[in-house]
């Protein structure tokens, strides 16, 4: 491989600098690129730890706005969720840094593409469907795929000695007994003493949000949230009178406020699409929050019968999403159809927050005339050209088929115990 | 109709009382019938009060735990839940009260069905599609469809009126701005001061559950709840070390406990069966405990593919349990099918109640070699039976659809933001 | 209701004559309107019979290109075909029938609509629900679920004795034993002594096709079909060397060409949108010949999972149409979708027509280099890009939940017989 | 590999014979196994030659039975279609060829299996998931995607070379431009002259089927399918007055029939699970039969909403059982469900059977009160319990969310070239 150009997906952390020696000791030459989607890193050291290590060039991408609005903010609108619980931080994060790497690859001129996931898990699902998307002719590098690579790296203490051996620093504070993965969205948690399902998460393990039995504020706090198409517009914080609009900063400060109440923490056990199950914590503070208040409008603003269509389309898009097939003709298409969906989901929501929770308390739509809810029509007191005693009539012709079904088969079992 | 029996679905509230003289009128004998599903009710003074009035005989049958066995523990099983949010305490209660009426209605040879559901909401249809079902003969009477009696029932002034001038007991307590439907499983609020989606719910209206963040406990507390095929079947309190087994104080417990947190309240717009949107206040502390729990099990205890087919049974029977169809083909059908994939929920969930939410923390399968969860497996550390260098592989071929469609239809649109 | 005008959807027939007649005596003001949807009528004599009854103006609206146009054509698209095997001839007929009514609605400034479909149909919904759909304000009259008027006729002798008294012309032509309904996509046939579904309908019901087996050629013939976009653009005749592009002249040859060789009968039973189970016949021709040309490219076109969930989508689409709901949130959105996944379905489909049958024998994308189908990549003798090593990952890694499911549960059950 | 046992899955052609020597030259010892599923084959022929090559034992499994009534008539039962045309004929093979293979390992004390499938087919798939399941601990040898044989046999010519060199019996009979797959259900045809999509299929190709055209009797022929729960119980040959009972009897029997009618082929391009599309040409005369008969049996006796279910559950059934998941969780458990519907699907079906195609003509249900087909109920001259009237109210309620929209977002789009 000698000369070879690969792009390596560097965090500065002691696996892909593993990794990156790793590579040169095999004769290729290393560009790193650190994408930074909003993690806590110090971003100026990694990349002359990478440079010290001996790669040819640190390419450090800020694609915190394209991660917010070209993923975070679709996401939202089409209210996507894993298993029911799930926001997806990391799953969306993925697409987002391999449209960087693709970038670096292309600038570069690379063949390869080298990245620390493992190979349990789904993120080398996703990076490498995105490149195969993306760069077609690129071909991977996955060293925890990689026979030889696993044979002499069978732990952590592998690593440290390797990276002590070659002079690669580590460290000096002790690693956590979990894994991190973290991003303006989320921080997710797996791993090491979260791998027995049963044994609760340390108390300690938040980043992203307070406990909010302990540190959070004891008064709850409104925020209206404005939607566009199914889109975050706006965020108006009504105790500060602050209004936010650009995607980056809503985002940046529901995750501080919702951060400060603690809410956004989910423990989970997943499926993954390698087949096995895992079990995760995951803390998505501004998601929740946007998520919350997203479903709170769409229920409001969309046609009984196109929310259902729209569900079923969500459900598959949130399965796609997690497989790591962002970029696929399946997600296109299901992503268009549920922007469809969406061009009458605008108005606000009135969110309270509070310490550990948020909940959608008020909303309306975002023209008078505009909207399906429709307060005449409910109304017990007025008759809104709703003529009750068609109600019968629908009544009847719906039990038609449940008649029938007494009369070809018999009474419906009743429970017994009735009285 | 001179002295043609009918039953009467009472409640000993104003509507029912003057629905019940407003029969007599008609020379109807009324047997009147009060379901005693765990609302808060004064039984003994509502059956004093409807003989006073008239009726030919009160029958108060107490379908306690006929309505958590048979329709509350099925639901939580089958994890139904109405457009993500609502845990459908109204629509499981029509079902289980039908049956009740319908039992006097046999025991009485009454031809005739009548109650107080209103022309626009949902109930009208349950209770109509329940008794088309179980007692297709009977002829329902639902007096607020009635041309003649909605002309002379305009308003609640006239039913107050009506009372008095007939010597019917009006309640001294002046009525919510609210209508309410109270049972052991929740509480739901709609109507008058709700009706404007954009006001915020008035925060003494909640009966079941407590302010949380100024009455509850500061101090989370946890509890354990155990599964059988997808059935609660224990909740241990691990403060007071008690147990309990039996499912209605299950019910209970929870309810108490959840209630003294604040769990539980939702506050939404739904889409109603009749076609208009509505919005609602539910508070449902012990369901949404239960519910909570089974979910985590459940994800944790199937199949990724099983538990997928079993998200679209479940969707499906949500609107049908909602809608009316408790008793029809596709309901028993649905619910069949969804027990079966239960067989294998089986275990245990420690849930935290803390002040206004609730989450699950830890969970475990009851068998310890019964379970998918494989520690092994997903353990980083292990191998565990799984070869990393397949899921190269894997992905290369998940792949070739994606590439493909580059070769036909040209690359992927990339955000342009990305740099 | 002296001198309001109704609009009647009048048929020429000896029903909607009566009807005319009874809408007379009641006073009102008559405007007949005859859509021409290519039923074979004698549309001169129809509007001379209303005149003579005494309508006051007669309307015949020639629609034939937009039933082709803008719903034949597009349910060609979509794949719309109900349980499987009904290509909703009447079903796209209904809305499109009922524009014209709406427009001579609009013109007379009538408040009423009146028609002859029956009270226990499909129709009456169809009908109804465009109705409100286009024009909320406009009031139904429905003879056939009128009490006074079913009590008046009672029978088909009614009809003719009402008609004959009242000088209205009754056909010297005796009934079928059996209704129809024709256009230019289908004749359906149902009632009467199709009522037994295990009586063989007669074998000289059918008006569209004749006889395959005796009367059709003995030689097929085969015509090439091109699509643009999903929707038929060209039809070849191989044999006579036409072309034809222009949609009406396209199904009227397809119509012609089926119809010599008995194409398109079938014999179901099908569930109505009313709740009960009703027999039908149906002979639709083109129709058969192009929904099929259609199935045959688009699977050929499309991505695997984009079909999957296009068919999700046709699929509800299809009930929405058959149930009425062509005017309806729900089917606009749905259309679109389907729409969208239509763009990459160009091309041409060779069809072998056969005495009573047709089937797809060769097919090919409209642009070389567009298709999905890929000869190289599925070649037995051409790598084509892909690894055949990697499917030994994909199936190991695809196994590992099928083998987890062995851990926990032990062995998969086997059939016993195998030896 | 020395005296390791491998079971090979050996068909007696060119290319399972070079594999057995290839395999005995890797110095395995090696037990064939053919497994009779109703291919034509010489399996006497066969056997000698195997243990001519040097096969330590051959084994014959006759499977004919067990593919009937476990794979084939299930999947009658269950309605399972690929992509709507194609019945699965190799799909359901594999499985139950499988199961003979697994037992052959059983018996031998086998640590591999070894089949001659494609790298780029889906059969690899499917063998290669059942043993998975069946037999966790064997392991595979994929001959077709091992580097070193591809290498070396390039093509057919290779083969040839290698068998002619080591004494290995080449059939004198030119092998067919395309490759076969038989068993009882049907003959598929792909690969060679087929891989261009565009290209008519030679007419000598079929081989179950005569051509409907030229060698079919001009007289169609009638034959009543019974069905309990969903499975075929009985054929009664009306013309013959033969009535069969027994599945493999049962199939056999419309297998003569219908082939002698050429019915039941098809000719199309379908998605193949490792990503690419194939064209295939199939011929299954009696499933074909069993298909359209229980499709109008099932449509007839089930409740339309448990049709829908059910139908939705059998399109992913059908996904798996093509996808070789026949023994997996979502499989076992869908197959349930679906069976489950089946309870009510008992009766018998009238098919006419004609040249090319055969059709339902009459239909009826098991015992005369148990269907769901109601005569009385649909008939236009009796009420049969049903009022018209209520129709009214039905239409006017599920207008109700159509008028809604209009109010909200205005007017529906209608065709402008409507009149």
Known sequence: MT???VILAYSGGLDTSCILKWLLDQQYEVICVLADVGQKEDFVAAEKKALKIGAKKVIVAD?????????????????????????????????????ALMEAARQCGAKYLA?????????????ELCAYALKPDLQIIA??????????FQGRQDLIAYAQEHGIEVSAKPATPWSTDANIMHISYESGVLEDPNTVAPGNLYEMTVDPLTKAPRDPVCVVIGFDHGLPTSVEDLAG?????????????????????????????????VGMKSRGVYETPGGTILYAAHQDLEV????????????????????????????????????????MAQQRVSGQVTMELAPGYCRA???????DGGALYNEQLVSMDVHGGYVPQDAGGFIAINAVRIREHVRAFGPYEVPKRAK
């Open 361 to 367: 308390i008020a909303r309306k739509a975002s023209k």
């Open 63 to 99: 694609v915190k706005q394209s991660f917010v609005e070209d993923y975070i903010w679709p996401a939202i609108q089409m209210g996507l969720v894993y298993e029911e619980r799930y926001l997806l931080g990391t799953s969306l994060a993925r697409p987002c840094i391999s449209v």
């Open 3 to 5: 000369g070879e150009t």
């Open 143 to 152: 060293p925890w795929r990689d026979v030889e690579f696993c044979r002499r």
């Open 241 to 273: 009178s602050r209004v936010y609009t650009k995607p980056l900063e809503m985002l940046q400060f529901l995750n501080e406020l919702g951060g400060s109440y603690g809410i956004g923490r989910i423990d989970i056990v997943e499926n993954r699409y």
């Open 300 to 339: 409001f603003a969309l046609d009984r019968e196109v929310l259902r269509t729209k569900q079923v389309l969500r459900d598959r898009m949130a399965d796609y999403v997690y497989n790591g097939f962002w970029f696929s003709p399946e997600a296109i298409y299901a992503r268009r159809c549920i922007e």
């Open 115 to 127: 990245h620390g996931a493992t190979g349990k898990g789904n993120d080398q699902v996703r990076f």
